[in-house]
């Protein structure tokens, strides 16, 4: 009993800083959703499987160097290979949770130093998520967590610097769940927003792009 192909899927974002547990969570409404019998998929940013997502992923390794610039572009680069894609995801009534988006390649590139309008400008166009759920948690609880590797940025004063980009971008319209709670508790405000949202385009939310 999946949807009919004439009520369109839902663009459900995951942000938060590193460890926030964002890969937990788009695992977990992935299955329940898949499960309840709707039409989903479980994607994240950078997708490193396509060419420029082979370049970003050497990058955060520290496998090669680029200008901050440069790299910023190459993240934008990432999501417009896959826009054609999700649109035609979407339209065709496939929600879609996505792991990072455009609200990441500002945070991080505007924590590095870089003008945040410089920033957010190749973004203009990309589809606008329907719904952004920043799962907050401090940088200091999240290194807690462990597991830090050795990728780029995982280090507890960038992320600090990070965490204030973040606060600058959200506005009203993100549900913030609080995620210090248990993964169970989490998962379980996730579901309500998410579902929520999804009535919302199946009764025809018009789609809109970025930056609305
Ligand atoms: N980046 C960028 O600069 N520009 C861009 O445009 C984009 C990204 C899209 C790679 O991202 C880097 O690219 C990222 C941003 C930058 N750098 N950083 N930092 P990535 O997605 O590949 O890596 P990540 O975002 O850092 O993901 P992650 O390490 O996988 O973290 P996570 O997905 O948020 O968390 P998790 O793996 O689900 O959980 C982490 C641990 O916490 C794990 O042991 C869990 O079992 C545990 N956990 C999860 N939830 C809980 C709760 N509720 N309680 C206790 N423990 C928990």
Redesign the pocket.
Known sequence: NKESSNSRGALIVLE???????????GRLYKYLDEQGHSVESW???D?NTGVGQM?SSY?ANKSQLDDHA??LL??A??WEKRSLMEEKLKSGTTLIV????Y??????SAKGLDIEWCKAPEIGLLAPDLVVY?DISPEKAAE???Y?D????QLEF?KK?AGSYLSLRDSSWKVID?????E??EKKLREVVLDRMMTCHKGKPMSQLWP
């Open positions: 938060g800083l590193d460890r926030c547990g964002k890969t937990s969570q788009s994240r940013f950078p490193r970003i955060l790299i910023h993240f934008s990432n999501r792991d990072r988006y455009s990441s390649g500002v945070a991080f590139s799962l967590r462990g597991g590797g990728e780029r940025y995982e992320q990070v995620a210090t709670l248990s993964i508790d989490v």
